[in-house]
Structure formats: structure tokens, C-alpha cells
């Protein structure tokens, strides 16, 4: 059953109760206090920005286009919940006007010659690879510092995220540039969240939210009676990961050698110029010529850049063959899925691997 959405006064009355506390119980852990208060502020701006989306479809005066978007995202959204049994709340059923092209500016660090991300834990999302920030210059700030102890460090824009069914989350104005099926795609993806979630295991629920992204995307496509996708760009993005998550290993054999730091700082410039090399061959032999990755591949590069891949989509088989071996039926993956989920880390991984052999 769909809660009736609060009015805007009963709404600030509930968050200035709620929120002192929250951020008391963040305070009470080892972050600082400035970092939680714009954490708390972001969160805040963003749920007092929503609006119903229907109310927005409905009105006139509003842009054309983006009420025609939002209709489309409804139909998505009604999908989600009546065909891949996701949850029926008030998730991207509102909407929020940010004014900015990103909601939350996510920054990454790794040593100099190591692979392993510095983390950062909190009570609701457990421990995450990255720090967010609401604003893009106090993301920069963090850098520099992070940049002045010698980390290698990156930046990556980001123009949506799920509360994990904490509060309801809003389709962004930072969404709005995308095409209808993107758009349907990531509520999938983020009401993913909100159906399984383990505390701990960015690899995990990632994963399981890509592959309900994935398959819940070609049942939106045959629900329409659409042509199922060809494949193409699919195979693309693939093989460009393929290509990073290569590099990533011959750095973690490179980073393992007892060489001297400019050995090592030069062997490893080497390895993102050959990464840029096999990028270019296999674009212009294959791809005829998408550049879609160019920028991406030409900026800078370092140990943070690579981390989010993998991260995405590791385990995106074994979920695929559990979703078989259930029949395909959404409510017996689910279940299936947090069973796994509550297995220990050690068990859940091989759990894992013998589902993608």
C-alpha cells in the first residue's frame, strides 16, 4: 500500500525532530562534525525540494518536456513494483529541482602504489570505498588534502543515489537529461537497493542491483513490445571494463615487486599508457570508431580512477544463473538473494563464485 505523502509543514516538523538526533548518533562516530552537518544539510535540501510527480505532470506552466519525461518514468515506476516486485512506496513517485548537474560529488582515494580504497563507514550504508559531498568545492577540498598526504584521488559526479527506503527518494533534476529507458533504468536499480541490502559488501549489492536493472529492463522492453536491445553497446561497455579490470590486475602484480618508488612510479605510468593503447585498437578494429570512452580514457590517470569498476557488476552471473535456478520468478530470487546476503562474507562469496561457474 502507497503512504499518502505528508504535507510540507507536517514534513519540517517531522525532520526537525528527526534530523538533531540523527546527526547526533553520526557525531557520537570518529568523522567530524563538519563533514556529518553537510551530509545532514545535502539530505535535508534534497527531501524539502520534492513535489508529487503528478502534481508536476498536471501543471501546466511547467516544462513541457519534463512533464512528458516524468509520465514516461511513472508508467516505468508502476512496472517496478507490479511486474519485478519492487517495493510500492513513494520512491520516484516525487520530484526534486537541485539546479545543479549532480547530486552528490563522490571522492576516492587509494595510496600511490596500491589498489585498496581508503573507507569510510556509517550507521545506515555501512562501509563505502568513497566520501560524499553536496557540494563540488568542498569535494575538491577533500582532494586536495587527500592529494597532499600522496594519495592518488578522483572525483566522480554522481546524479543519483538510494536512502536504502530511509526516506523517499525523488527522481533529480540531475536524472533529467537522460533518455526515457535510462531513466526506468535506474529505478529499477535503486529500488533494487531498497528490496535487498548488505551492510558491508559494495560488490554484492551493486551487483544484484545491476542485474534487477538488467533483467528488469529487457521485461520493460517485451512489456512494450519492443524489439529486444541488440546487444551492441552492451558488449561495448564490457569489453571496455574488460580493459580496465585487466589493468587493475597487472597493477596489483606491479605494486606487489620490492622496487624502488621511481621504478615503480615509472612502471606504472607505462601500464596506463598501454591500457590507453589496447583502448584505441580495439575502438577503431571494432567499434568503428565510437568514442563514447574517449574523454574518460584521455583524462589523467591514477589508482582512484579505477576503482568503481568491478564494483558493479562482479557478480551479475551469479545473480543471472540464481534467477534461473528460481524459475525466474522475482519473489523466489529476492528471497534467495537476502539468503545469501545473510551468509558470511567468507560462504557468500563462494556461494557466489559457484553460481557464476
Known sequence: MIRPLPSLGLLDRVLRVLFPGALFLLLNGCA??????????????????????????????RDQKLRAHLAQSQKARTF???????????SYRLYADIGRPFVVWNVFATPEFSLSPQNHCFPIAGCVA?????SQSAARGE???????????????VEAYSTLGWFDDPIISSMMGWGDERLATLIFHELAHQRVYVQDDTEFNESF??????????QWRA?????????????RQDQFVQLVLDTRTQLERLYALPLPAQVMRQRKAETFDRLRSEYRKLRDSQWAGDKRYDAWINAPMNNARLLPFGLYDQWVPAFAALFKQEGGDWLKFYAAAEKLGALPVDERKS???????
Open 80 to 90: 517496478a513494483s507490479q511486474q519485478l516486485h519492487l517495493p510500492d512506496n513513494q
Open 130 to 134: 568513497y566520501r560524499g559531498y553536496y
Open 209 to 218: 542491483a545491476t542485474f534487477v536493472e538488467q533483467e528488469g529492463t529487457r
Open 32 to 61: 567530524s562534525v563538519s563533514y556529518y552537518s553537510q551530509l545532514a544539510s545535502g539530505q535535508l535540501q534534497l527531501l524539502r525540494a520534492r513535489e508529487p510527480v503528478a502534481e508536476v505532470i498536471a501543471d501546466p506552466s
Open 351 to 357: 556461494a557466489l563464485k559457484a553460481l557464476a561457474r
Open 143 to 157: 582532494a586536495a588534502l587527500q592529494r597532499l598526504q600522496g594519495m592518488d584521488v578522483w572525483i566522480g559526479g
Open 223 to 235: 512489456f512494450r513490445d519492443l524489439p529486444a536491445d541488440n546487444g551492441a553497446q552492451a558488449q
